[in-house]
């Protein structure tokens, strides 16, 4: 994935000093109880006009406990051990007990900012499946596959996802950008040349997008369709003209936030099904997003 940094990302001067302490305040974010400051007021408002049972564990709790079951990798009868005893130091704070927390777990759902007039940069990188389930071998007919493939759209500016998709590994990036985009409003769009597709060019050109940065072959025919007029801008201006343009190293972002998960969380999935690896890739993306606000 790691090549040469675009210029425009090499020549960036970094404040030190204020990198490092966000670092450090993301490491207090770990063990860090203020959701119990607003635990009663938030309980009140999950559960105003609920059917059936209530809830008795605001969300900000399960996405803090699901935070330490994805970056410390613990099992779920081991986290709600560490919750008890975290409870033992804090009082006003319910440990919830193992089951409770996976049923929370599946229906976790952390919601991404919607912005328009931004830069959105589009990508999808592989990750490695360790339990093998009936999904893998029904899909792929006996052969022991490893990977699936993860599809996110992210605004270059803030560095945050802004949508997420999860497939498995034959499936293109074309194929699922319409879900990627779908509540999106972007200023430009950029993305690699497995993008580079007639239907997505029309998508892009019904939201206003054209000609957007995505990379198109430099032997693509000139026409009227979008996908033409792209092909007749890129091969006006040549590539590195084309790049300046859409400053197209800012692509660099959605690199990055691939490799920062993959440190944070690594590189595998533990569920065995297709759901739970939907399931738990969604929510340590989601949760990323959280620990990158701090």
Known sequence: MWCEKPAEVVNMTRNWR??????????EFYLNPNFLESWDDELE??????????????????????????FFHLPYRQLEGALRKLGSLFPELKASDYSTLWHRFKDLEIEAPKSNDIIVAVDSTGIKVTNRGEWMRKTHRGERRGWIKVHVAVDVESKELLSIEVTDEKTGDSEVFEDLVEDLNPEDCLGDGGYDSEKVFKLLEKKGVGPPGIKIRENARVGLSPRGQAAKEFQKLGYEEWKKKHEYGRRWAVEGFFSAVKRCFGETVRAASLGGMVREVKRKFALYNLITKI
Request: hydrophobic residues 35%; proline residues 6%.
């Open 18 to 27: 204020e990198y490092n302490e966000k670092l450090v305040k993301r490491g």
């Open 45 to 70: 408002r999950m559960n105003e006009g609920k059917a059936g049972r209530p809830y008795k564990f605001p969300e900000s709790f399960i996405q803090f406990a699901a935070l330490w079951y994805e």
